[in-house]
């Protein structure tokens, strides 16, 4: 049987593959799995987020070349990170008590999956051809939307004054990349925009 794959679509994905629609005409998707599958590879949902942001981290260090970021698109998107962290330690109690609740903990999903991603992203772009530095800024567009919507399914269920701030920090991002970053508004990943 063969498979109809989709050429390069990973280059434009978050690499959420939990989440894709196009998982299974993705050719990243489907090594990965078989190799998972070869090694009898088991997942364990345990730290996950823990060694997501290890990675994110790791992957960051590990950037060669570094080109300042004028805009403040950079300073924000670590703001964001810290942001939201400091708000989920403190409040873990509430986190906790509601992880039952389907929207938060789908809400806390793309929360803690996009944190430190919307960083990476723009750190990366920084570092990029203009096509390579649109798709990074364009993942970072989406992470940024996705993470709105998420904080105000929080706000919605907490009340939370802090969420204005987390959100505010977003749009700006938003914003921003809007701005410094014309040729954006006319950039679509094929199968995902």
């Not at 004028?70 to 998107?77: A, D, N, Q, Y």
């Not at 567009?141 to 919605?156: G, L, T």
């Amino acid at each position: 049987m063969e498979l109809d794959l989709i050429t390069d679509i990973h280059k434009y994905c978050d690499n959420w593959c939990d989440r894709c629609i196009y998982s299974t005409r993705c050719e990243l998707f489907i090594e990965t799995i078989y190799k998972n599958e070869r090694k009898k590879a088991v997942f364990n949902p345990e730290g996950f987020f823990n060694v997501l942001r290890d990675l994110f981290v790791q992957a960051y260090d590990s950037f060669e070349i570094y080109r300042p970021d004028s805009s403040g698109i950079e300073e924000l998107s670590e703001l964001y990170g810290a942001e939201s962290n400091n708000w989920l330690e403190k409040n873990e109690l509430f986190l906790k008590d509601n992880n039952k609740n389907t929207d938060i903990t789908d809400a806390l999903d793309v929360i803690r999956y996009y944190q430190y991603f919307i960083s990476l992203k723009v750190k990366k772009s920084f570092e990029s051809d203009i096509d390579e530095k649109l798709i990074q800024l364009k993942l970072a567009e989406v992470a940024a939307s996705r993470s709105i919507s998420a904080w105000y399914i929080i706000f919605k269920e907490t009340g939370s004054e802090d969420i204005g701030k987390i959100i505010g920090i977003l749009k700006s991002i938003l914003i921003l990349v809007d701005e410094s970053n014309p040729e954006l508004k006319s950039f679509y990943r094929p199968y995902f925009d």
